[in-house]
């Protein structure tokens, strides 16, 4: 497959640690007027709850899988299903545990933009790196702010992933204020900060050269629980 990704946009990543884009300019088509987009943004009602939260959160629920692609022969494939782990030095929070979260659905794997995107990303940055098999940790996230609690996309504070690139995409939000992504360089100071609000946009930022956090999210009307239903995928 021949990406029609502008490639500027992942040269500014590797240049400028960060850029902001969205589905349709990503993947070159009117992806948010597909029945695959549908489908694929009505999946995070189907997520599970994540039990590994050391601060008795009960505000994030997510689904997991790992990925492989091979940029030779445009291969993607999902692995077994298999635990989570980050040592204690990248995630202060939750690091040092086997994290079991609910897996990937099948279908959400097999949907035509999930794996038009992976792809693209996947031959985009080896042509800039020149690395030819990515592993990619895929996640369904949905950060709930409700009775008067505010949701934490990144409750282990600023941090780093471990990876080497991630892109955040957004797929729906309602009623609820924050929600902020910063950038840090390596000594922690802010470089670029951004709030998605608009269905399909996104951030692809490399990983190794930052630090990054999401502020809380927080319920504007009490009769309604706010939501944040981010995409975030990482290659490493």
Same mark, same amino acid.
């Given at each position: 497959?021949?990406?029609?990704? &502008?490639?500027?946009?992942?040269?500014?990543?590797?240049?400028?640690?960060?850029?902001?884009?969205?589905?349709?300019?990503?993947?070159?088509?009117?992806?948010?007027?597909?029945?695959?987009?549908?489908?694929?943004? !009505?999946?995070?009602?189907?997520?599970?709850?994540? =039990?590994?939260?050391? #601060?008795?959160?009960?505000?994030?629920?997510?689904?997991?899988?790992?990925?492989?692609?091979?940029?030779?022969?445009?291969?993607?494939?999902?692995? !077994?299903? #298999?635990?989570?782990?980050?040592? &204690?030095?990248?995630?202060?929070?939750?690091?040092?545990? !086997?994290?079991?979260?609910? &897996?990937?659905?099948?279908?959400?794997?097999?949907?035509?933009?999930?794996?038009?995107?992976?792809?693209?990303?996947?031959? !985009?940055?080896?042509?800039?790196?020149?690395?030819?098999?990515?592993?990619?940790?895929?996640?369904?996230?949905?950060? %709930?702010?409700?009775?008067?609690?505010?949701? +934490? &996309?990144? $409750?282990?504070?600023?941090?780093?992933?471990?990876?080497?690139?991630?892109?955040?995409?957004?797929?729906?939000?309602?009623?609820?204020?924050?929600? =902020?992504?910063? %950038?840090?360089?390596?000594?922690?100071?802010?470089?670029?900060?951004?709030?998605?609000?608009?269905?399909? =946009?996104?951030?692809?930022?490399?990983?190794? $050269?930052?630090?990054?956090?999401?502020?809380? %999210?927080?319920? %504007?009307?009490?009769?309604?629980?706010? +939501?944040?239903?981010?995409?975030?995928?990482?290659?490493?």
């Amino acid at each position: 497959m021949e990406a029609v990704v &502008p490639k500027k946009q992942f040269v500014d990543v590797i240049n400028n640690f960060c850029v902001v884009s969205n589905i349709d300019d990503l993947l070159g088509d009117s992806v948010l007027d597909s029945l695959s987009w549908k489908v694929f943004k !009505e999946s995070w009602s189907d997520l599970g709850l994540d =039990e590994y939260m050391n #601060d008795g959160g009960k505000y994030r629920k997510r689904n997991f899988c790992k990925l492989r692609y091979h940029v030779e022969d445009d291969s993607l494939w999902m692995k !077994e299903h #298999d635990f989570y782990f980050q040592p &204690p030095s990248v995630n202060a929070l939750n690091g040092g545990l !086997e994290r079991w979260f609910s &897996p990937v659905k099948g279908e959400v794997f097999y949907n035509s933009v999930v794996n038009t995107l992976l792809k693209t990303m996947g031959s !985009e940055l080896s042509k800039l790196t020149g690395q030819k098999t990515w592993d990619i940790n895929f996640y369904q996230n949905r950060i %709930i702010s409700e009775l008067g609690e505010a949701g +934490k &996309p990144s $409750p282990e504070g600023i941090h780093k992933d471990g990876v080497k690139f991630s892109i955040l995409l957004l797929m729906d939000r309602s009623n609820v204020t924050g929600g =902020e992504n910063t %950038i840090f360089d390596l000594d922690k100071k802010p470089i670029f900060s951004h709030t998605l609000t608009q269905e399909g =946009e996104c951030i692809i930022f490399a990983d190794e $050269p930052t630090y990054h956090f999401a502020s809380p %999210i927080e319920q %504007i009307s009490p009769d309604v629980a706010g +939501k944040r239903d981010i995409l975030v995928v990482e290659f490493y």
